[in-house]
């Protein structure tokens, strides 16, 4: 059985920094696709960032770009996002995704991943 579970998220003030993890069982993160997702209320899932299985990054955001970093640990089996220089707008409920295969596709879409945490939320005040 499948399961991504998110952690690190909480309420920061605008310029303060978050890292978020993702913690896979049943899953080996190193060996597919995964990918870093937010969506805040009203607005549709928004992808920010992917990995490949070769460690390619594609930051689809281009809003958090140089702000936000992917990274994973594949000893502890798990996908991490460095969040800094936070941002009001970047308030909203994260979420970790795998594909289920090795390679990402090109943009970022939620509908080409299959297995999803629960999310964890991000607050940042101004």
């Known amino acids: 059985q499948v399961q991504l579970v998110e952690s690190g998220g909480g309420s920061v003030q605008a310029g303060g920094s978050l890292r978020l993890s993702c913690a896979a069982s049943g899953y080996t993160i190193a060996h597919n696709c995964m990918g870093w997702f937010r969506q805040a209320p009203g607005r549709q899932r928004e992808g920010l960032v992917s990995?490949?299985?070769?460690?390619?990054?594609?930051y689809a955001a281009g809003s958090v770009k140089g702000r936000f970093t992917v990274s994973r640990d594949n000893a502890e089996n798990t996908l991490y996002l460095q969040m800094n220089n936070l941002k009001p707008e970047d308030s909203a409920v994260y979420f970790c995704a795998g594909s289920g295969r090795p390679h990402c596709f090109l943009g970022l879409k939620s509908a080409d991943f299959g297995y999803w945490g629960q999310g964890t939320q991000v607050t940042v005040s101004s």
């Open positions: 990995v490949d299985a070769n460690g390619e990054t594609n």
